[in-house]
Structures are given as C-alpha cells and as structure tokens.
C-alpha cells in the first residue's frame, strides 16, 4: 500500500533561518496536502497541490510538487516563533480513494 | 457558521468503562474520519465512513467501534476503556471527490486510569 515518508522528525532553528521539511511517497499522488498543528491544537489544512511540478506561495511559506508527483517540499523563508508547530503532509490517492498522512515535522523557533 | 465539533474536550475515566466520543459537523460533508494521536506525533486513522450506513475500519485496531446514521453525526464508542487508549482522539471531515482538504474538529483528549 502507499506509504509517506516526511523529514526530518525535529527541527531546531533560530528566529530568522529557513526551515524545509520534505514529503516522499511510495506511489504516484494525484494530490498532496500540506496541515500545520500548533502545539496543543488540531491540524489545519495549509494547501493542496495537485499539478506536477506545482509551486505555491503564502507569505514566507513555499510549497512545492515533484516533477514525478511522489514528493514534495515545504519551505519557510525567515522562520518567526509563531512559525511553532508540527507540519504534516498528506497524500492522497484517488483511484484507491486513499489518504496518507506523513509522521509530521516538528518545528521549534529560539526566539 | 460551518464547523466540525467534538465532545468532551477532556475525558477522564476509569479502566473497563464504555464511553462514546462525539463528533458533529454543519458542512455537509460525506466523508467522516476519526484519528487517534499522542500530542505532536503521527496521526493513526481508526475508523472513517463515506456516508450514513457506511464504515470501515483504518489502520489501528483500537477496539472501538463507529456509527453513521446521520450525515452530520459520526460518534466513537470504546466499549472497555483501556489505558492504552489514552491519547487525543481527532475526527474530521471532508467532501466527496477528489479530496480538498480535511476540516479537524478540537479534539477529545482521553485519560484512562
């Protein structure tokens, strides 16, 4: 069955580094989803990215989909403490109708 | 206003009890889920339906078991409350089709002593 995998499972930074975390799946995706949790909180649904080779913005974050729709990438530009929390991607399959969620990164930011 | 909610928020109770964890949502939304987590880590998928009368198991046996009789009503029933089930309980909600992103409600968290 499908599988995803997310790295790292920590990261450390200081205010004001980048941070990227990496999503790769066993299988080819029809979408990818991006969900951050707050320490504390529930997952909230970041984005969806559906096109090969996909780039999409918000702010200081930058998601992206592999040529091949079996990975993908978040990254945050100049990292602020409110930036805290776990970032889970999920894959989805649509002819199995199949979500997988990834293990999560979590972030800490030293003010 | 839209929204999933669950209730309680927080649940203490003692080994071998039954209780039933509550999720409703306004959305509309065929699709139901329930997941369990430990706080900050991965997310295990228990139980999800894709409509009334439908439901299926996920990946994690956790002894529980889910109703769909309504659209809006997807309620978690643990027949003898373990401490082994201690953890969050998170369900959420989704529209039919090619997924657009899952809604989560706040959360049970469960204490078994």
């Known amino acids: 069955g499908q599988q995803v995998m997310q790295i790292p499972q920590y990261q450390h930074v200081q205010e004001g580094e980048d941070f990227t975390t990496y999503c790769n799946s066993s299988?080819?995706?029809?979408?990818i989803q991006w969900y951050k949790q707050r320490p504390g909180g529930h997952p909230v649904f970041l984005i969806q990215?559906?096109?090969?080779?996909e780039v999409k913005k918000q702010k200081r974050l930058t998601f992206q989909f592999g040529e091949a729709k079996k990975n993908s990438s978040l990254h945050i530009t100049a990292t602020q403490t409110t930036d805290v929390g776990t970032y889970f991607c999920?894959?989805?399959?649509?002819?199995?109708?199949?979500?997988?969620f990834g293990a999560g990164t979590r972030l800490t930011v030293k003010p | 206003e839209a929204d999933i909610y669950q209730t309680p928020r927080y649940l203490v109770i003692g080994t071998g009890k039954k209780i039933t964890l509550e999720c409703s949502q306004t959305?509309?939304?065929?699709?139901m889920y329930w997941y369990q987590q430990d706080p900050g880590m991965e997310l295990h998928l228990i139980h999800y339906?894709?409509?009334?009368?439908?439901?299926e198991k996920g990946d994690l046996s956790s002894e529980s078991t889910v109703s769909r009789i309504r659209t809006e009503h997807f309620p978690l029933t643990l027949e003898s409350a373990r401490p082994s089930h201690t953890s969050q309980y998170l369900c959420?909600?989704?529209?039919?089709?090619?997924?657009?992103?899952?809604?989560f409600g706040s959360g049970t968290r469960l204490t078994v002593v």
């Open positions: 959420a909600s989704s529209e039919a089709g090619l997924s657009l992103g899952y809604t």
């Open positions: 299988t080819t995706l029809s979408n």
């Open positions: 990215l559906v096109k090969s080779g």
């Open positions: 999920a894959g989805y399959q649509y002819n199995n109708n199949d979500m997988r």
């Open positions: 959305m509309g939304h065929d699709k």
């Open positions: 339906s894709y409509g009334v009368n439908s439901t």
